[in-house]
């Protein structure tokens, strides 16, 4: 059942109830005025009886007919007293109002010969309130209908608004991001269907920016790849293919004491390359010395191979006592830190790093500054949104801000429920 019918329903039901309602204090109403009005007509018909028997032509015809609520009736002295009863009697109403007992008629035997059959009369009386509960009825039922007609037009607007919103929620859930809800008169309407373009229009974009950051990654992944590849065959294959050409050599020169001290100390050479280029290599698929280092170590490590290779003073402080995290906690931590003095080399044009990391009661902090002039992307890249998967995993608030002309600062901050004793 709709919602316009179930308030169609809940409304005629309340009708109906308030209908009952005032049926029934009409008729209790009614019931105490006819009976006073029939008691003074039993009254007056008592006084007519009496003044009939004392002096018949006292009752004219002409004054017994305009008489209310009394019935007034000549019987010849053959003519049998009548047996039909009123038919406003014999219905329910009647009998409510005045039940039959207190109907019988009276049959005067005057000294003239003639019979008087002279009764109380409710029919005016039980016309008058059949006409008002009827009245009441009709009243009742226009306004029953006028109401149901102004609910439906006052309801209609909003069931065509949901009736297009349901097929629009509908056709999002089918993947048609591109769906929009038409603009309305009233100013509900016209908000939410506001709101829902506004967030239709927030889903296309974040699977557009998914869409591109999906083939980011993918382009990373590929690029990682490629990278590997040509250090493994640029660099240590040579390694490798001049150990081999070295320990060919030494076969030859077998003879030869001084030849062979020669090969045998580009040999030790080219070993120690090639271990240092798997290390390199380790190193950036991941952080060993996490296992072995305290995290500030790590990270003071870190921003020494990075100033190293980049050329880019990076001044590293550490205030307060650190607290103890897990190992991932501290992979997190680390991997952000990485991936922002990446961002750094590649994109701020920047000659000085300031990097803080505070630890206190309270929990850690970490403050990363530049003084480049890298400008802010119109849309966040992989490192930064990176950076913020890192800082939701550890359940950090992360804040990035572009200084205008003073570079980009990064400040993060661990609660001490993220740490660990």
């Not at 049959?107 to 009245?135: A, F, K, M, T, W």
């Not at 919103?165 to 999002?172: F, K, M, N």
Request: with cysteine; net charge negative.
């Amino acid at each position: 059942m709709s919602a316009l019918w179930r308030i169609n329903l809940l409304v005629t039901l309340l009708f109906t109830l308030i209908t009952m309602v005032c049926l029934a204090v009409l008729l209790r109403q009614a019931a105490h005025d006819v009976q006073r009005e029939l008691d003074a007509a039993a009254a007056v018909v008592g006084y007519l009886g009496e003044m009939a028997e004392r002096d018949p032509d006292s009752l004219r015809p002409g004054l017994t007919d305009s008489l209310r609520h009394i019935r007034v009736r000549w019987l010849d002295a053959s003519e049998s007293m009548p047996a039909d009863v009123d038919p406003a009697l014999d219905g329910w109403l009647g009998a409510w109002l005045y039940p039959a007992e207190l109907s019988s008629p009276s049959v005067l035997q005057l000294s003239n010969g003639q019979r008087l059959h002279i009764s109380v009369d409710p029919h005016d009386e039980v016309e008058e309130v059949s006409d008002s509960l009827l009245q009441l009825l009709v009243l009742f039922g226009l306004a029953l209908l006028l109401c149901l007609l102004a609910i439906r037009w006052a309801v209609r607007p909003g069931m065509q608004v949901l009736s297009e919103l349901l097929g629009a929620l509908v056709s999002i859930a089918d993947g048609r991001l591109d769906t929009r809800l038409p603009s309305h008169r009233f100013a509900e309407s016209r908000k939410l269907a506001e709101r829902f373009n506004h967030m239709a229009a927030a889903l296309e974009d974040a699977r557009a920016d998914n869409e591109q950051l999906t083939q980011a990654l993918l382009a990373l992944q590929e690029r990682e790849r490629t990278r590997l590849a040509q250090a493994l065959h640029d660099d240590l294959g040579q390694y490798l293919a001049g150990i081999r050409a070295r320990a060919c050599l030494l076969r030859i020169q077998a003879d030869q004491p001084d030849a062979v001290r020669e090969t045998a100390a580009h040999l030790e050479q080219h070993s120690l390359d090639l271990q240092n280029g798997f290390r390199t290599l380790v190193r950036d698929l991941y952080p060993v010395m996490l296992d072995h280092l305290n995290l500030e170590d790590a990270i003071r490590q870190l921003a020494e191979q990075w100033q190293s290779t980049q050329g880019i003073a990076c001044e590293v402080q550490l205030r307060g006592p650190i607290p103890a995290l897990s190992m991932e906690a501290k992979l997190h931590l680390y991997r952000m830190v990485q991936e922002a003095l990446t961002n750094v080399a590649r994109h701020a044009r920047a000659t000085r790093v300031c990097l803080h990391l505070c630890g206190d009661h309270h929990g850690l902090r970490l403050l990363l500054r530049d003084d480049g002039h890298g400008l802010p992307p119109e849309r966040p890249g992989v490192g930064l949104r990176s950076m913020v998967e890192h800082a939701r995993c550890l359940g950090a608030q992360l804040r990035v801000r572009h200084r205008a002309g003073k570079g980009w600062a990064l400040y993060l901050k661990l609660p001490l429920q993220g740490a660990t004793s």
